[in-house]
Nanobody, 128 residues
Framework: QVQVVESGGGLVQAGGSLRLSCTVSGLNFDDVAMAWFRQAPGKEREGISCISWTDRITDYMKSVIGRFTISRDNSKNTLYLQMNNLTPDDTAMYYC?????????????????????WGQGTQVTVSS
């Protein structure tokens, strides 16, 4: 059974930073691409970035370029999202998701339909 657990969210002032973590069990983390998504109230879930099992990063959503960095530590089965210079527009529930083994990262524009496994998310709230 695949389990996905996100953590690291919280309340931060505009301009601040957070680092989100995501641990995955029930699959071989070394062999799967991993992605971050977010969903703001009243909006659809949107892709932030994706990283392959070989550390290849496909792209970042336009609004986070230069501020967010995706990374992974296969020895810890953990995915990270470093978020700097946060703004109130970054307020959302953040999710991570693995793809099936050896499937590549889709572009962020393709959305979340190619991902099957989801956690509960971690809330990020940025105050102005």
């Amino acid at each position: 059974q695949v389990q996905v657990v996100e953590s690291g969210g919280g309340l931060v002032q505009a301009g601040g930073s957070l680092r989100l973590s995501c641990t995955v069990s029930g699959l071989n983390f070394d062999d799967v691409a991993m992605a971050w998504f977010r969903q703001a109230p009243g909006k659809e879930r949107e892709g932030i970035s994706c990283i392959s099992w070989t550390d290849r990063i496909t792209d970042y959503m336009k609004s986070v370029i230069g501020r967010f960095t995706i990374s992974r530590d296969n020895s810890k089965n953990t995915l990270y999202l470093q978020m700097n210079n946060l703004t109130p527009d970054d307020t959302a529930m953040y999710y991570c998701a693995p793809r099936e083994q050896y499937y590549p990262c889709p572009s962020t524009a393709q959305g979340d339909s190619l991902f099957r496994f989801w956690g509960q998310g971690t809330q990020v709230t940025v105050s102005s």
